[in-house]
């Protein structure tokens, strides 16, 4: 089950005031109790928050949950019923849906898709649709080869005009040593950044440990 984040805190300061942010969420299922206080967090800064679910999301049932729950968590949250499907995603970007849009937690597999130009998730459609429109699309990465296979996709997609990444460090260094996790703490404070232009800095933090799980 996917804990409770309790009842909504006052506004600390509205800086996504009127914004509207799309949030995409893959298949970093072990992130998913990190990710959802930051959907929270998004929405005491002001923003309306509409979530993109991958196929992987909502097929997949893991030892961290059902989807569905994620996907009720996620309506009860926001007050959107997820978009889960490429049809529902295709029109946000004619529509100019988004100011914003966050992948959170973003796979090594999205990112990969994403660098070379796939367009096979609804996840993926809503970020085509977002830079189609000149906005910034936010990525808080969750992979096991962010330092292996997937680095040189990392350096295509931060020289990527309007991509920008929520700070990232490795999250296990001696039993992962090529696995990196985004500090989601940062998301609200780099996407009001990115809505500026500008990446928070730094990139490369010196994340807290987490266990292999």
Avoid at 45 to 65: D, I, N, Y
Avoid at 101 to 111: M, S
Avoid at 188 to 208: K, M, N, W, Y
Wanted: proline share 6%; glycine share 8%.
């Amino acid at each position: 089950m996917y804990p409770s984040l309790g009842t909504r805190k006052g506004c600390s300061g509205m800086r996504l005031q009127g914004k509207t942010i799309g949030w995409g969420v893959s298949g970093s299922h072990c992130s998913y109790e990190e990710v959802l206080p930051q959907v929270e967090a998004v929405i005491r800064e002001g923003a309306k928050v509409v979530p993109v679910l991958s196929h992987t999301v909502v097929t997949t049932e893991t030892r961290f949950g059902k989807p569905e729950d994620l996907a009720r968590r996620l309506e009860e949250l926001t007050g959107f019923r997820p978009i889960t499907s490429i049809v529902e995603a295709e029109p946000t970007g004619q529509q100019k849906s988004f100011d914003c849009f966050v992948i959170a937690p973003c796979t090594g597999n999205t990112l990969a898709k994403l660098a070379n130009a796939f367009t096979d998730t609804p996840v993926l459609m809503a970020a085509k649709g977002t830079l189609r429109n000149l906005r910034p699309v936010v990525l808080a990465i969750s992979t096991n080869d962010a330092l292996g296979n997937n680095a040189k996709n990392i350096g295509v997609l931060i020289n990527t005009r309007n991509i920008y990444f929520v700070p990232f460090g490795q999250d296990n260094p001696e039993a992962k040593p090529n696995s990196c996790v985004a500090d989601f703490d940062r998301i609200v404070d780099t996407v009001v950044c990115a809505l500026e232009g500008r990446q928070l800095q730094p990139v490369l933090i010196e994340r807290t440990r987490r266990a292999v799980r």
